[in-house]
């Protein structure tokens, strides 16, 4: 079965305090795997897609890497407006559909 | 991106009644999803909505709970019936992008509360 899981569940951080979120999961021929922010009272939004081991995506202070059982998303520097949690989802080769992990809320403190 | 918009964007309703919402999308898209977000919860997916065909749900999901209609391809709702306080949660509603990067994008949801 299909299976994604974050770590941790919460992470706090002072602003200038870098860490990295894992996402890893288990799926039967890895189609893409998605990282999304969610703020409180609003829907997922997109922040990555990678497709194969070895692969980068960076935006601002936000750092995407894959490996072929987990994905880390790397925050350098935060600020306070990085607070949200983040999700991490996976879809298969031959799906349309995308799974969930639980998602890691981020607080960084100023 | 799509500009995907949903309504209502929160309700209120009494146990035993209905509630339709609906979700418009700013360009035509093959492929819209149906989530559930339970208080505190990651998003489970309730159902595939294409253009012409009946529906696809997931398991735990049956289309007399959770009907939904994809009448063209800019729009399509969800109605939650015979609703009770198990049915308070977020939903959302996504679209998935053509072109082969299979990326979804999402509507801000519909936060429910049943009494």
Same mark, same amino acid.
């Given at each position: 079965?299909? =299976? %994604?899981? =974050? /770590? ?10 870098? /860490? /990295? ?16 922010? =969610?703020? *409180?009272?609003?829907? *997922? ?19 995407? +890497? ?9 925050? +350098?520097? *935060?600020? *306070?407006?990085? /607070?949200?949690?983040y999700?991490?989802? %996976? ?5 349309s ?14 | 991106s ?6 209502? $964007?929160?309700? @209120?309703?009494?146990?035993?009644? $209905? ?7 700013? $360009?035509?898209?093959t ?7 339970q ?6 997916? @309730? ?20 009907? @939904? ?5 800019t ?14 949660? @977020? ?25």
């Amino acid at each position: 079965e299909d =299976q %994604v899981t =974050q /770590s941790p569940e919460a992470l706090r951080l002072q602003e200038g305090e870098s /860490s /990295s979120l894992n996402c890893s999961y288990t799926v039967s021929g890895l189609r893409g795997l998605f990282w999304y922010r =969610q703020d *409180p009272g609003k829907g *997922p939004e997109f922040l990555f897609t990678l497709y194969s081991a070895g692969e980068e995506k960076e935006k601002e202070r936000l750092k995407a +890497t894959l490996t072929k059982k987990e994905s880390f998303l790397h925050i +350098t520097a *935060p600020k *306070p407006e990085d /607070s949200a949690t983040y999700l991490c989802a %996976v879809q298969a080769l031959g799906a349309s559909k995308i799974i969930f992990g639980s998602g890691t809320r981020l607080s960084i403190r100023p | 991106s799509a500009v995907i918009s949903q309504k209502p $964007s929160r309700d @209120i309703c009494q146990r035993g009644t $209905s509630l339709t919402i609906q979700c418009q999308v700013d $360009s035509q898209v093959t492929m819209m999803f149906w989530y559930r977000q339970q208080p505190g919860q990651s998003l489970t997916l @309730i159902a595939t909505a294409n253009q012409g065909s009946e529906a696809t749900y997931e398991s735990g999901f049956v289309i007399d709970k959770f009907p @939904i209609s994809r009448p063209n391809l800019t729009f399509s709702t969800l109605t939650v019936s015979n609703m009770s306080p198990e049915d308070s949660s @977020i939903y959302l509603c996504s679209v998935g992008q053509s072109g082969g990067k299979n990326i979804q994008y999402f509507g801000a949801g519909t936060r429910l509360s049943v009494l």
